[in-house]
Nanobody, 127 residues
Framework: QVQLEESGGGSVQAGGSLRLSCAAS????????MAWFRQAPGKEYDEGVA????????HYADSVKGRFAISRDNATNTLYLQMNSLKPEDTAMYYC????????????????????WGQGTQVTVSS
């Protein structure tokens, strides 16, 4: 069992930056893929934001390409999301997720059936 805890959310003005962190309760070795999702106010679905696949490759939603960067530090069991040039439409609850299944770790960014989820951290971007 893996527990994930996000932090780093907050309120910023458009154009600002935030760095989200996701701490895992135990050692996250390289066989785990990890990702960030978000749920905007009034929407019922989570949007895949960024995925850190097995082997280190990454993939981003078109809406955040060039602005967000996902990274991980296996030594500290932490996943990061650096968010730059934030826009009001980035306002959402951000969640991190982890999994070991090959199906999940090779799925497109739209795949949402990950095994482990955090509780989320709120990001609010004002215009």
């Amino acid at each position: 069992q893996v527990q994930l805890e996000e932090s780093g959310g907050g309120s910023v003005q458009a154009g600002g930056s935030l760095r989200l962190s996701c701490a895992a309760s135990r050692y996250i070795h390289s066989s785990y893929c990890m990702a960030w999702f978000r749920q905007a106010p009034g929407k019922e679905y989570d949007e895949g934001v960024a995925v850190h696949y097995l082997g280190g490759s990454t993939h981003y939603a078109d809406s955040v390409k060039g602005r967000f960067a996902i990274s991980r530090d296996n030594a500290t069991n932490t996943l990061y999301l650096q968010m730059n040039s934030l826009k009001p439409e980035d306002t959402a609850m951000y969640y991190c997720a982890a999994d070991t299944s090959l199906r999940t770790c090779t799925a497109p960014i739209s795949f949402k059936k990950w095994t482990y989820w955090g509780q989320g951290t709120q990001v609010t971007v004002s215009s």
